[in-house]
Each structure stands twice: as structure tokens, then as C-alpha cells.
């Protein structure tokens, strides 16, 4: 699925830190300038988004924690990807 979102993307697990700083800082590592965060875990990275149709849904449905964020950061959820710019 996450490749739906963000074709050819890298993956990385962090299941003790995971953030979106930390996502954020392994991506820029990497060159690519778009990263989504999924599952409480997962971080995918990648140059761009799909370019077909995607569903933005509600931040609510994105609700598992993020293990490294602060208590109100989430990193998606199960079939959510939460999407960002690496800055």
C-alpha cells in the first residue's frame, strides 16, 4: 500500500524511535525529499507522491503512536500513511 503512495520508496524500521524527526532526518540521509509514516514503526521514503488518485482522509484515522514522538504525535495506522516533506 505504501507504495501506492509513494512509488519506488525506501523502507525503514524504528520500533522503539520512531518519529517523524527521526524519519524525517533518515530520508534527508538518503536524498529523497517526501517521507510518510505508517503502522507506529514504519518510515517510507521517496522522491515524489503517486500521481494517480489518493483519498486524503481524517488525521483521526491516523492514530497509533508514535514510539519516539511526543505523546500526541502518530504515525499513521495500519492502512493510513501519514505524508510529510522533508525539511
Known amino acids: 500500500e505504501s507504495g501506492l503512495v509513494l512509488p519506488g520508496s525506501e523502507t525503514a524500521w524504528f520500533p522503539e524511535t520512531n518519529s517523524a524527526s527521526t524519519c ?25 507522491l503517486h500521481r494517480g488518485q489518493l483519498e486524503k482522509v481524517d488525521n483521526v484515522e491516523c492514530s497509533l503512536k508514535c514510539p519516539g514522538g511526543s505523546p500526541s504525535e502518530s504515525c499513521g495506522a495500519r492502512n493510513r500513511i501519514q505524508v510529510y516533506k522533508v525539511q
Not at 524525517?24 to 522522491?47: D, T
Open 24 to 48: 524525517s532526518k533518515h530520508c534527508a540521509g538518503l536524498g529523497l525529499q517526501i517521507f510518510g509514516l505508517k503502522n507506529g514503526l514504519e518510515c517510507y521514503c521517496g522522491r515524489s
